[in-house]
């Protein structure tokens, strides 16, 4: 009696595939999923078998291992225009429960610190070091100390990756202060704040910039 019970309550292939194609068209676009978003829908060989039969109707792409997302139509030349890598590695991050952050290079240039474009588009992550292949060209995931991390997928946060990659010779007054003037205000103190994620150089520079006197602790040497 049990066991018939269990069978009778157990999700039907084709009951799991109706909620994982409900689910996915509710997705905009462009936007990246995880395999591991959708197990909650039914077993882990229903889910993947709905998905590479949605995949083969053209309903949606595998960006990358576990990542899909639906077509996003570029109209006027009618083709399919690629994920956005940021969004992607993003969705990566989210699966693993890790954090990310823009790599220093390209955090220096989103400030206007270097006019410099980065050759290879390269991320932080607490999770481990990986390399992405997608249709844009390959990605990198470098695994980062957990006090680099601290302020990771936040404005300060950039701006810390920024100072750190441009390094105690070129981190000038100016520079400093050309950071502020980007960041909301709270940023900035929440940047100030972060000493434990900084060496004592970069938080002397932050708290000058701010007019005040960095509270005694234990500050990174490198």
């Known amino acids: 009696m049990n066991g018939a019970s269990k069978q009778s309550t157990a999700p039907t292939s084709a ?6 194609r409900a689910h996915v068209l509710g997705v905009a676009p462009g936007e990246p999923f995880s395999v591991r978003e959708l197990l909650a829908l039914g077993p882990r060989a229903s889910v993947d078998q709905a998905l590479s039969r949605m995949a083969r109707n053209g309903e949606i792409e595998r960006v990358a291992r576990g990542l899909y997302a639906r077509p996003r139509v570029n109209e006027t030349l009618g083709r399919t225009i690629p994920v956005e890598p940021e969004k992607v590695v993003a969705a990566i991050a989210r699966a693993s429960g890790a954090k990310l952050n823009v790599h220093g290079a390209e955090a220096a ?5 270097t006019t410099q474009v ?6 932080t992550t607490s999770g481990r070091s990986r390399r992405v ?6 990605v990198t995931l470098l695994h980062a100390a957990p006090s680099r991390m601290e302020l990771a997928g936040t404005p300060a946060g950039e701006a810390l990756s920024a ?20 960041l909301p205000k709270a940023e900035f ?32 040497t490198a």
Request: proline letters at 7%; charged letters at 25%.
């Open 15 to 20: 009951s799991v595939a109706k909620r994982v």
């Open 133 to 138: 292949h997608l249709r844009t060209g390959d």
């Open 189 to 220: 103190a929440r940047l100030r704040s972060a000493t434990t994620s900084m060496p004592a150089w970069l938080s002397d520079s932050l708290y000058k910039a701010s007019g005040t006197r960095p509270a005694p602790t234990a500050l990174l």
């Open 109 to 113: 240039r989103r400030f206007g610190l």
């Open 163 to 182: 100072l750190l990659y441009l390094g105690k010779k070129e981190v000038t007054p100016a520079v400093v202060e050309r950071v502020k003037s980007a």
């Open 118 to 123: 980065p050759m290879r588009q390269v991320y």
